[in-house]
Every structure is written in structure tokens, then in C-alpha cells.
């Protein structure tokens, strides 16, 4: 193969015959462009730009079977690209090869209202999805920060605000339709709401960021728009206290439909950037699904569990426009908190861990972030245990760069450590790689041997989640 390796070694692979097979098939849907290609080789990370050698703009799944069939012929790898949200690496090019750019892809192809479930392309977004949704009373509930493809979406198995409810999208997926390494095309399931069929494929490919299967179709679970929906914030005085009252709120089974902790430096980022008007002290952001009369009562038990905590006033909001700069206040925060630091760049991170070990955690993280003299905002899914750091860091600061290395490093070992995991939805990608044999063991060789079982030749997405 021509070209210069960004990272590793690049295949023995014929990227010249490949480029020639796909131009003449593509033609203008065929990027060799720097810009485009750049585009295509780096998102929201701080992981460095690794450009694919072409990009290609798949309209449909015969489109894909295509790409894959020259690019297995030829031995080129093939990274599929949503909307370029991903947060560890997971569409960067570190081998080159041809990025798949599926954003057209993007229609809703079937929605049956009756079964609560429709089916749609990957390069559909999720509030697209909720646009055309609208008027059957249903909504999609995943809901990462980003308006992510639904595609990307199932590669990382993303989660988001309302995932202590309503479950990730490893529960929310019935069936795909996906490309295999060898250009065949396969359904992993049916618009059943259950099966003992054989092995469950739908739960391998949801989370393999492309590495075992190009996804071209995803039948969702659909959810009844709520008859009432209401919430608000709720301030306490220390992060522990605002942790032990999510605990309690938890374990006590109340349906929180979500459940949000902002540190007081996120809710001061947040305050100047979405003009909220805030204490900046540890805060939370609550919303309850329901019916009146429950949607009230859960409330309520809220407010009392808030009050032994020391937390409060609970401020109750039910009018949606107000809901809705808070809720849009949360899914800015990333950009909020590069306004802490101007001009240096924001490092997302996030572990998740069993709930009982919540209010540990982060204290101890917020603990290092002050012996390393860091800026670094936390905020969380912290209903599921989950929650982030934004750390601003200067990247031409060699020292500084190696402190927030330390953090990281030391924020995934304590998790690991509690029975927690490396990444709670953000994903592997080739970020987090080093860290899934400490987590898992020898479940990261079953992972290689199914990787080289459904791609032998190495070709889908090479190098993330594990290096073969």
C-alpha cells in the first residue's frame, strides 16, 4: 500500500487498485481531498488527526456491500463515519484506507406505531428521528449530548440523560441489517419484542464501533410520549451530599426518567455560557415521567430524600420552554467549559461504576483534580453510576499533558477497581484499548478470536477496541 502510516504498520494492501475500482464505481461520491479526508479523520478527541486515504458517500446498503467487497479484495481498511461525535477515536484512520461516510443514508424507512418500533437508516440523527416521530405520540429516548447518527449511536452503544430510565441502546435495538467483512449482508433479528433464537447478533454489533459489521439498517424500540413530564434542580452544599441523595433515590426505586450532577465549576461554566442564573454549588438536574398524579409524587419523595441530604430547594419547573434551556445547558456542557480555559483544548473522559460506589469515586476524582492542579468540570448520568471530565488542557504544555495523563489513567484504575468499567458510553475506539485487559481478562482474547472469526483479513475499522 502507498502512502506513509500514521500509526503501526500499515497492510499489504493495494490501495492504488482500490482507489482506481472505487472511482470508477463512485465517481463524484469519491473524496480524495485533504480537507475532506481530514474531516473524516478526527472528532470530538484529543487524539491526533488520522486522515483516511478517501472517503466515500454510501446512499445505500448495495452501495456498502460494494465498498467492501474492493476494499477485501484489495486488503484496504474501511471505517464507517455517522457524524464525526465520537469521543475516543473510533472513525480515526490510524492504518489509512477508506472512510464510509453513511450520512446519507438517512431516511426513516418504516414506523409501525401499533408495535412501538420502526426502522431506519444509520445516518438518521436521533432528533431528526424525534421530528418525524412526533406526530404517532412515540419518541426515541437515547439521547447523548450530540445529534448523533443512529448508526454511530449503535457503534458505541451510546446511553445519555435518560438512560436511567429508559435503558441504552443495547436495549433499545431489536434488529439490524449490517455488511459483513466478506460484502455479505446479514439480519440479526426481527421486529419481535423477544427470541431464543440462537446466538444474539443484535448485542454483538450494538458496541463494536464497526469493527465486525458495516450497520445499513436498525429496527428501534420506540416509547409512549409521557402524559406528564416535569423536573427541575436541585442544590446541595458538597458533592457528596449531592451523590448520596442520587443514591438514596435510586435504591429507593423511584422512576427518575433522569437524574444529572453538575459540580460547582461545571454549573459556573454553564451559567456564563447558557445564561443560567444558578448557585454554583454541586447541582441537580432531575425530570420525572408519568402520569400527573405520579409525575407529582415522585417529585415529592424527591424533594424529602434532597432534604435529608441537606439539598434544596427543590426548584419544581413544569413549564417545557424552562426544561428546555436546562436540559439544552446539560447536552452544552463540553462547550461550556472551554469558555473556563479560551484557546486550550477540552479532554472528555467518563468511567461508570456501581452506584453504591458513586459518592467514592467522585470525590476521589475531584480530589485529583485539585493535587494536579487541574481544570476539570465533572458532570454525569450519575442514576447508572456514569459520569464525565472535561479536563481543559493546554496541549503545548508538555508537563501539563502528562498530568492529565496521570488523571485519566488514574480515574479508569479506581473504577476498574470497584467493579466499574473503563467507559460507561463513550466507548473504546483506540483510546481506550490499553485499559480493557484490566477490566476484562481473558474475555479480551474471545474478543480477538471473534474479530478474526467475522474479519480475517483485518479490514473493519483496524485497531479499535482490539489490536489484532
Known amino acids: 500500500m502507498t502512502g506513509t502510516a500514521q500509526w503501526g504498520v500499515r497492510q499489504a494492501g493495494d490501495l492504488g487498485a482500490a482507489l482506481a475500482a472505487l472511482s470508477g464505481r463512485f465517481h463524484n461520491r469519491l473524496s480524495t481531498a485533504q480537507a475532506v479526508r481530514k474531516q473524516h479523520g478526527h472528532t470530538t478527541t484529543w487524539h491526533d488527526n488520522m486522515p483516511p ?10 452501495d456498502v456491500v460494494e465498498v467492501v467487497k474492493i476494499c477485501a479484495e484489495h486488503r484496504v481498511p474501511i471505517i464507517p463515519f455517522g457524524t464525526g461525535t465520537s469521543l475516543e477515536g473510533q472513525v480515526n484512520a490510524p492504518y489509512g484506507g477508506i472512510s464510509i461516510d453513511l450520512s446519507q443514508m438517512d ?3 418504516d414506523v409501525h406505531a401499533e408495535d412501538l418500533d420502526c426502522v431506519v437508516q444509520p445516518g438518521v440523527t436521533r432528533k431528526r428521528l424525534n421530528e418525524e416521530l412526533r406526530a404517532t405520540g412515540l419518541f426515541f429516548p437515547i439521547d447523548p449530548g450530540a445529534d448523533a447518527s443512529i448508526g454511530g449511536m449503535v457503534g458505541t452503544r451510546a446511553s445519555g440523560t435518560n438512560a436511567v430510565r429508559y435503558g441504552t441502546m443495547k436495549d433499545n435495538v431489536l434488529a439490524l441489517k449490517a455488511v459483513m467483512a466478506d460484502g455479505s449482508v446479514i439480519h440479526t433479528g426481527t421486529r419481535a419484542k423477544k427470541s431464543s433464537a440462537g446466538y444474539d447478533l443484535t448485542r454483538l454489533l450494538v458496541g463494536s464501533e464497526g469493527t465486525l459489521g458495516i450497520v445499513t439498517e ?33 435504591q429507593s426505586g423511584i422512576p427518575v426518567a433522569r437524574i444529572e450532577l453538575l459540580d460547582d465549576l461545571q454549573v459556573r461554566a454553564s451559567n456564563a455560557y447558557s445564561k443560567l442564573e444558578l448557585s454554583e454549588v454541586p447541582t441537580l438536574f432531575l425530570e420525572f415521567h408519568g402520569t400527573e398524579a405520579g409525575v407529582k409524587e415522585q417529585s415529592e419523595l424527591f424533594g424529602q430524600i434532597a432534604e435529608d441530604f441537606g439539598g434544596g430547594p427543590f426548584e419544581w419547573a413544569e413549564d417545557p420552554d424552562v426544561r428546555a434551556t436546562l436540559w439544552q445547558a446539560r447536552h452544552d456542557a463540553y462547550f461550556a467549559d472551554l469558555y473556563l480555559r479560551p484557546g486550550v483544548d477540552g479532554v472528555a473522559t467518563d468511567v461508570c461504576v456501581p452506584i453504591s460506589r458513586l459518592a467514592e469515586c467522585i470525590l476521589a476524582t475531584k480530589a485529583d483534580i485539585d493535587r494536579l492542579g487541574l481544570v476539570a468540570p ?16 493546554d496541549m503545548d504544555d508538555k508537563a501539563e499533558v502528562a498530568r492529565v495523563e496521570e488523571f485519566m489513567g488514574t480515574l479508569v484504575e479506581r473504577a476498574i477497581a470497584m467493579d466499574g468499567t473503563c467507559t460507561g458510553e463513550h466507548g473504546v475506539g483506540h483510546g481506550k484499548t490499553k485499559y480493557l485487559e484490566a477490566e476484562l481478562g481473558g474475555a479480551v482474547d474471545v474478543m480477538k478470536t471473534i474479530k478474526k472469526a467475522l474479519d480475517p483479513l483485518n479490514i473493519l475499522n483496524p485497531g479499535k477496541i482490539v489490536r489484532i
Open 53 to 62: 486515504d478517501a472517503v466515500v458517500f454510501a446512499q445505500s446498503t448495495e
Open 378 to 393: 465533572i458532570v454525569g448520568h450519575v442514576g447508572d453510576g456514569n459520569f464525565h471530565v472535561s479536563v481543559m488542557v
Open 107 to 109: 431516511q426513516v424507512l
Open 218 to 250: 436498525i429496527t428501534l424500540k420506540l416509547h409512549g410520549i409521557p402524559e406528564a413530564v416535569a423536573g427541575g434542580v436541585c442544590p446541595f452544599q458538597t458533592l457528596e451530599d449531592a451523590c448520596n441523595a442520587v443514591i438514596a433515590t435510586i
